[in-house]
């Protein structure tokens, strides 16, 4: 792989990615695949929300590569069946080592799932998203150009925690948006399309 200007990099299928998303095979799917493409539907998106709050503390790689797992355990990220889950589900979580076993991440997710139910009446949680979605703007030049929380996301935070919802800081917020296509932060010369 060899850097370009921006810091991105040419694979050896010889097209330019961030350089993040070459290598493993993981990265380099879910980087032309998926990250900065626009996601639409409560269940996607309450996955992605879910799935950047666990992230948080480890490698983006451990949560891809347990994906299916989360999705398993979480019961393909239905709202109304994991916002039913008692001590019981936890606990079955807890022992499962198809998932990140965090007790505090798990009853998030239980709690979210709730708080996602909660906002259809409102729209529902794309709608509440919607609300949040920043202008568009240009495309990063360099790693260095890509934020990790921006206004935008501060106040994404602040809506999703008056609805109900926890392990959702700025941060958390910010690489939500960015999975759900809200921001494309693949670099300028990065060869995927924008969303």
């Known amino acids: 792989m060899t850097p370009t200007e921006s810091g991105a990099v040419v694979g050896d299928d010889g097209l330019v990615r961030c350089p993040w998303g070459d290598r493993p095979a993981d990265y380099r799917r879910y980087h032309d695949e998926e990250w900065g493409r626009p996601v639409a539907g409560e269940r996607a998106l309450l996955e992605r929300l879910t799935l950047e709050a666990f992230q948080s503390g480890l490698s983006w790689l451990t949560i891809l590569r347990k994906r299916e797992g989360f999705r398993a355990a979480f019961a393909g990220f239905d709202a109304d069946v994991v916002a039913g889950y008692g001590a019981a589900e936890v606990e079955r979580l807890l022992a499962d080592p198809g998932i990140v076993r965090n007790r505090a991440k798990i009853e998030a997710t239980v709690r979210n799932a709730a708080a996602t139910v909660a906002l259809r009446p409102a729209g529902g949680l794309e709608s509440l998203l919607e609300e949040h979605r920043p202008v568009r703007r240009p495309r990063p030049a360099t790693l260095a150009d890509v934020p990790s929380s921006t206004p935008d996301s501060t106040a994404l935070a602040k809506a ?7 392990f959702v800081g700025p941060t958390t917020a910010y690489a939500a948006m960015q999975a759900c296509g809200y921001v494309d932060d693949h ?3 990065c060869y995927a399309p924008t969303g």
């Open 187 to 189: 670099l300028v010369d």
């Open 160 to 166: 999703l925690k008056r609805a109900g919802f926890v």
